[in-house]
């Protein structure tokens, strides 16, 4: 009797009849109102009374009767009937509980009694002879079963506010009328705001949740589901939601023989539930397996599969991962358990892992982690279909199959190596070593047209040699080893036959069955090719491409795989300077790890230093503080006290390695390096032990070095230790072989410490300074170094008497200087025995000291000067006090001394007329006319350099001949054109030169320079130095480019420069021969375009040239038709029209993932209107600015004859291609010119179809026999459905057939075409809905086997067991009779069509 007493609070003989059966008619689906009174005293129902019933019930349960005997299993049927207990009132009664608990308002305690009755259902319905009493119904029995995705509150401890919403939602807009609103609307508001759940709420929630999955588990023991497939796929479901439950701590154990009540987690009863659902007893085992690994793999996936659309991800947490290391581990216990039974939804589960994984790296990762767990139970056999299935994956249309595939290759390499002996079919032994995953599936998507899958393979690469595997190493040695191992590359782009309907937008489950994908063969390459190819990807046009490139060279290097050469490391230092930010970055991260690998290789100290030095003035912050952090590291850190018992260790000696290059090699670098100084001491870097510490090193080896750092950190901390410089001054004058520069940084740091010497000492140091200039032994450099000391050691705060100083000292040099010059010019054999070294150094510390006292210079040593570049003596000797009238050098005698000498000797007489404005003004024109007419190149370099120098200081006056200066643009000599180069974007920097005259044109003609390097420099020059400088630069001269480059001086406002006739032709571009040259001057300029400027310049173009030839302002005569004919050429540009018009939408759409981005959609959707905008305004001007100019101008042409009506034709079929179906609209005022448009279009049309027919024949005149993978896309596939019980293994691998590349024709019709996608072959006879026509290129009688993989298990849909119409694949095999001989392909040539035709 205490099952009757536990039943007394559901008040059974209170609640009405017609209650109970209105809601049996309803389905349960919906809750029937109740009598109040009754509806009240169920509700005061509390948990104890519920779990007492529970407890009464559980004795009559099924799996209680092995345990108590005692109790019949039928007692409780027949309690009830004694009774007088309806089990159809206690069912309604308990629904009533349950529905009430859906509710999303529901309080905790209905939630909890909602549960409670949930359970009790459950449990009456596993005892036995439920059925019999008519206990079951199948939609209360889901209903219960899910419903703790109901109860369980997702938003848990939050309170719901609409306040805050709606504040945002309205503020800044007008108000709205209010809606009226219901009072039940008001009451469901009210309540839903009050909702809230305390811990102790969620607690007795999720033990109400705890005791229904404990039920659904005896169920399940006891219930069977073999006759309700519905009622499994739901459980299925159901438990897969509750692994995320809650977080099971501890590893859980599923090979141990489970007992419910020792179940402490609500995911551990999940996994249980889904190992009990797999029994025999629920069904075909092998549909159960189905559809636990269905539900599993979005646990392994980390996405969230609801009924209907696509995946979500989810917001990865640890108790995520947790949960899908959890799955992993589940699925490699059942492989382990089931063995030959499981092993084929392994391979399908891998297979959808791998095809639905998405772009995002952290999925990708934890994706390949998971197939590499997943793999590891699998056989070698097993393990080599895998592989295969995995390689011809990577070779599939979708980029983010080709993507992940590198990935799962990188985490099967870290797994020990599988031998090709435990392979049962020696035909899929050849996919087991780590060999061929490294070179067919990893190195060969750097041949990817993706560059995020290049850019990953190559990142990749660079992480195998760093894995401790052997054969791994050894793999990737034989990649790029000498020895032309013979590799696999995907010599070809291929593309898989399992695509998605992109063109749909709905989305449709992807069907769990096998993904078969076909494959293709690969290409060898030897290592040299493979080296190549590796280095190419450096200078590749995508950024991330040219950063992993960069991670596999440097890879490379350090593992020894390529040789340290030069070159290599060239290529590393110049991605330091790539135009792309993070690119320069990772360089210089790549630079320095490979130095920490190598530092004591010498050529990778010089590269490092060539890629980190120039970094310092990177125009980029980022990129200087990754530089200064860089010397930090390395350089300035290292610095510590020497000491000759002390031993450098390798990081040290790396230090002072460096320093010393920067005073040899590196000396070039010298002025960057001098940028570092400027910021550490900003810093405080340079403390008084650092500087102790930095001047032990002055008398160690590398002492050099440590005078190096010692003169650039002077500057910045002047007060030094004087006595240890005392004595290197000492040192460095007694000395004969004192190094050359060493001694310069020894005089650097005396110049910055003189303020801080007493007089003696500094008289002493002069003393010694000028003796040692008065000896003319010194080197240049020294020379220089040593004439600025003094400088430094005059300084007072006396102008005046630091400007007597240095007269009085410079005066004596100056005279030493001229004596010798007289010697050598005035004495007739002077020139015979002349001491080329001592005459240069003579010149040199005149010109150097002239700097600093130029009173001292005399007309008399000018004039000497200049007689070292020609000879007139006569003059000198009758007048020797005056200086005779300048003329141009080539009116005097040239003279025997040798070009070094008279180098030397334009530098100095420069330095001079820095001092002097009146020789600025007397040389400027010799200067001028030598660089005309001399022909030395040393001399006319020097030149260059002076005038420009000059230009800083005398702008005005040396203005007048910059295009002189800028002729040099187009010298004979390769360096001198550099040098002005470099020289005249210096003075346009400053502003010191302006674009003016014919300059701008000068610079586009250096565009085109035949020696690469140069032309590269002048667009480095315009585009990074100049153009964001002056923005409107390019389109402010690009009209006149047409008139300059041509020689055509007609037109009123064009082309006007003053010009010599050789400056002229120098510069011209006239002719066809130079066609190519001026075309790539116009596609540059129209590249860096904005489409303003291009709508502008459209506008422009019309007004002032077409406008110029129709009103025949300018003649129609040969001339003028070679612009005219120009002019429509470069309208006809791909370049010329508006990127928002000629961007193509989804451009990157090969590159992008299935996943939608909102960002991305809302930008496309503004481009979009933008376009729309953009073409209506273009279309405006067009039809009224173009067109009655090219009506006007067609009709003058036809009257003239001019062979620029064809170039006006061409421009019209281009341009009308945009408008193809607006022509009549646009020239409806000419009908004649509107006709032939029309036809040039159709035309046009025509042979574009002839050309794509044309792309679809293969012709093969060799005799072999073509084998085609046909692949049929974008078209929907009857599937034939497949009944839930027939599976099998998967079906053998077919073998590998060579993909058919259809080639394409290059088309050049006066305009650029991107290549079109390989057309997809339509087969006769195939299950197409489409059609039946045979491509052109289809071979009459071929029969071509089509058939669907039937033997493989398939998913159905989740809704019940209907099938979902996807797409399959198709698989095209070759007739095996007909292989012996080649097809007959029934292609016929248009001309002979034609030909046939006027017969």
Not at 325 to 337: G, K, L, M, P, W
Not at 1253 to 1259: D, N, S
């Amino acid at each position: 009797m205490e099952l009757i007493s536990a039943l007394k609070f559901l008040k059974l003989h209170q609640v009405p009849e017609a209650w109970v059966d209105a809601v049996w008619n309803s389905e349960f689906t919906e809750r029937e109102p109740l009598d109040d009174t009754i509806e009240e005293q169920l509700t005061a129902s509390v948990d104890e009374a519920f779990q007492n019933l529970y407890e009464c019930l559980l004795t009559y349960h099924g799996d209680r009767q092995s345990v108590s005997r005692d109790v019949p299993s039928q007692n409780i049927w027949a309690i009830l009937v004694e009774n007088g207990v309806s089990v159809k009132s206690l069912v309604a009664v308990l629904s009533f509980f349950v529905l009430r608990g859906k509710d999303k308002v529901a309080d905790t305690q209905q939630r909890v009694s909602s549960l409670h009755a949930s359970s009790l259902y459950l449990l009456l319905l596993g005892i036995p002879g439920s059925i019999a009493n008519k206990v079951f119904h199948e939609v209360l029995l889901d209903t219960c079963s899910d419903l703790s995705s109901h109860c369980w509150p997702h938003d848990s401890g939050k309170k719901r506010k609409k306040d805050g919403l709606k504040t945002s939602q309205t503020e800044g807009k007008r108000s709205k009328p209010q809606q009226k609103v219901t009072p039940d609307m008001e009451v469901d508001e009210e309540e839903e705001e009050e909702l809230y759940f305390s811990g102790v709420d969620l607690l007795k929630i999720r033990d109400a949740v705890f005791l229904l999955v404990q039920t659904i588990l005896r169920l399940l023991q006891t219930f069977p589901l073999k006759d309700r497939p519905q009622s499994a796929s739901n459980y299925t479901q159901i438990f897969s939601k509750l692994l995320y439950f809650e977080p099971v701590l501890g590893h859980l154990n599923f090979a141990a023989v489970q007992d419910i009540t020792k179940l402490r987690s609500v995911p551990e009863m999940a996994f249980y539930g889904l190992q009990l659902l797999c029994s025999p007893k629920h069904g075909n085992q092998r549909e159960s397996l189905r559809r636990v690994f269905h539900c599993l793999l979005y646990v392994i996936l980390m996405m969230n599969k609801g009924n209907r659309g696509k995946p979500s991800l989810l917001i990865l947490s640890q108790a995520i991962l947790s949960t899908r290391d959890q799955a992993i581990h589940f699925v490699c216990h059942f492989v382990d358990e089931l063995k030959q039974v499981a092993l084929p939804f392994l391979h399908i589960l891998l297979q959808h892992i791998c095809f639905q994984m998405v772009e995002k790296s952290e999925f990708r990762i934890h994706g390949a982690q998971a197939v590499g767990m997943l793999t590891s139970e699998m056989t070698s056999t097993d393990y080599a279909v895998f592989i295969k299935w995995l390689f011809n994956l990577s070779r599939h249309s979708k980029m983010v199959c080709r993507l992940f595939s590198v990935d799962v290759v990188m985490v099967l390499l870290e797994q020990p190596e599988r031998r090709p002996g435990e392979c049962n079919d020696p035909d899929l032994a050849c996919f087991l070593p780590h060999k061929f995953m490294i070179q067919s599936m990893l190195f060969a998507q750097q041949m990817d047209e993706s560059p995020t899958v290049q850019g990953h393979a190559l990142s990749c690469l660079a992480q195998c040699l760093d894995l401790p595997s052997l054969n791994v190493s050894r793999a990737v040695h034989n990649l790029f080893s000498a020895t032309g191992t013979q590799t696999l590359l995907d010599g070809e782009t291929t593309e898989g036959c399992v695509t998605s309907q992109q063109t749909q937008k709905t989305y449709h489950t992807l069907p769990f069955r096998t993904v078969d994908i076909s494959s293709t063969e690969s290409f060898g390459c030897d290592a040299r090719q493979n080296t190549t190819l590796l280095l190419l990807r450096l200078k590749d046009s995508k950024i991330n491409v040219r950063k992993s490139a960069l991670q596999a060279l440097v890879s490379l290097l350090k593992h020894a795989v390529i040789p340290m050469s030069w070159e290599n490391l060239d290529l590393l230092s110049e991605r330091c300077r790539d135009p792309a930010v993070s690119v320069r970055k990772k360089a210089l991260q790549c630079m320095g790890d490979l130095l920490v690998a190598k530092p004591e290789c010498s050529m990778v100290q010089k590269a490092w230093l060539q890629g980190v030095m120039p970094a310092l003035a990177d125009s980029e912050n980022s990129v200087q503080d990754k530089a200064m952090e860089a010397l930090d590291q390395l350089v300035l850190s290292n610095v510590k006290p020497y000491s000759t018992s002390c031993h450098l260790d390798i990081s040290k000696k790396l230090t002072w390695d460096l320093l010393c290059l920067l005073c040899h090699e590196c000396q070039n670098l010298s002025p960057y390096f001098s940028r570092a100084f400027t910021i550490w001491s900003k810093q405080d870097k340079f403390t008084s032990t650092f500087i102790t510490n930095l001047i032990s090193h002055t008398k160690a080896d590398h002492a050099e070095g440590a005078w190096l750092f010692l003169s650039k950190a002077v500057v910045s901390s002047p007060r030094l230790p004087c006595g240890k410089i005392l004595e290197a001054w000492d040192n460095m004058f007694s000395s004969k072989d004192a190094n050359v520069t060493t001694c310069c940084h020894i005089l650097s740091v005396i110049g910055n410490i003189a303020a801080y010497l007493n007089e003696d000492t500094k008289d002493r140091m002069v003393d010694d300074l000028m003796s040692w200039l008065k000896t003319f032994n010194m080197a240049l450099e020294l020379i220089s170094a040593a004439v600025e000391t003094l400088y430094q050691l005059s300084r007072s705060d006396d102008i005046r008497q630091t400007q007597a100083f240095l007269n009085q000292h410079g005066s004596e040099l100056v005279s030493l200087c001229e004596g010798y010059l007289s010697s050598v010019i005035l004495n007739e054999k002077g020139a015979q025995n002349l001491n080329v070294e001592l005459m240069v150094k003579h010149l040199h510390t005149l010109g150097v000291v002239s700097l600093h006292c130029p009173a001292e210079v005399g007309k008399r040593t000018v004039l000497l000067v200049e007689s070292v570049l020609t000879i007139h003596s006569d003059k000198l000797a009758e007048c020797p006090e005056e200086l005779p009238a300048s003329l141009p050098l080539s009116q005097f005698k040239e003279n025997s001394l040798p070009s070094r000498v008279k180098a030397h000797a334009v530098i100095t007489l420069g330095k001079l007329c820095l001092q002097h404005k009146e020789l600025v003004q007397k040389y400027l024109p010799v200067f001028a006319r030598e660089l005309e007419v001399g022909t030395e190149v040393a001399v006319r370099n020097n030149l260059v350099v002076i005038m420009c120098d000059l230009c800083v200081r005398y702008t005005t006056i040396v203005d007048h001949y910059i295009p002189n200066i800028s002729a040099c643009l187009r010298d004979n000599e390769a360096v001198i054109r550099e040098q002005t180069l470099i020289m005249l974007t210096n003075l346009l920097q400053e502003d010191f030169v302006k674009w003016k005259g014919s300059l701008f044109f000068r610079f586009m003609v250096v565009l085109v320079d035949p020696v690469p390097v140069i032309a590269s420099l002048c667009e480095y020059c315009l585009l990074h130095l100049l153009l964001k400088k002056n923005p409107e630069m390019f389109s402010q001269h690009f009209i006149e480019c047409i008139f300059f480059f041509n020689s055509y001086t007609k037109h009123k406002s064009y082309n006007k420069f003053p010009q010599s006739e050789s400056e002229q032709l120098q510069f011209s571009l006239k002719g066809v021969q130079d066609r190519e040259k001026r075309f790539q001057i116009y596609r540059f300029l129209l590249e860096h375009f904005t489409d303003a400027q291009r709508f502008q310049i459209t506008n422009k173009i019309s007004q002032t040239v077409l406008a110029c030839f129709v009103d025949e302002e300018l003649p129609l005569d040969a001339d003028g038709a070679v612009i005219l004919s120009e002019t429509f050429n470069i309208l006809s540009l791909k370049e010329m029209k508006l990127q928002a018009i000629s961007a193509p939408p989804g451009a990157m759409a090969g590159e992008e993932t299935e996943e939608e981005n909102m960002a991305t959609m809302a930008k496309a959707a503004l481009q979009a209107a933008q376009k729309k905008v953009v073409s209506q305004v273009q279309k405006k001007a067009f039809i009224e600015n173009t067109v009655p100019l090219i009506i006007s101008l067609k009709n003058l042409l036809e009257q003239k004859r001019s062979p620029a009506l064809r170039d006006l034709m061409t421009y019209l079929q281009v341009t009308m291609q945009d408008y193809r179906n607006e022509v009549k609209d646009f020239f409806s005022g000419d009908e004649q010119l509107m006709a032939e448009v029309e036809f040039a279009l159709r035309t046009a049309e025509k042979e574009r179809e002839m050309e794509e027919q044309m792309e679809t024949c293969t012709l093969t005149g060799d005799g072999k026999t073509p084998l085609a993978q046909v692949s049929v896309q974008d078209y929907p596939i009857r599937c034939r459905p497949l009944l839930p019980g027939s599976f099998a293994t998967p079906q053998p691998p077919r073998p590998n057939f060579l993909s058919l590349r259809l080639s394409q024709t290059v088309r050049r019709t006066n305009r650029s075409r991107k290549e079109e996608h390989v057309k997809l072959i339509t087969l006769e006879g195939t299950v197409i809905p489409q059609g039946d026509d045979r491509a052109i290129s289809t071979p009459k009688g071929a029969t071509v086997n089509l058939t669907f993989d039937e033997g493989v298990s398939a998913i159905f849909s989740d809704q019940g067991t209907s099938l979902v119409r996807e797409t399959g694949v198709l698989h095209v095999q070759p007739n095996e009779q007909q292989a012996s001989r080649p097809r007959q392909w029934n292609v016929q040539s248009p001309l002979c069509k034609k030909k046939t035709k006027k017969i």
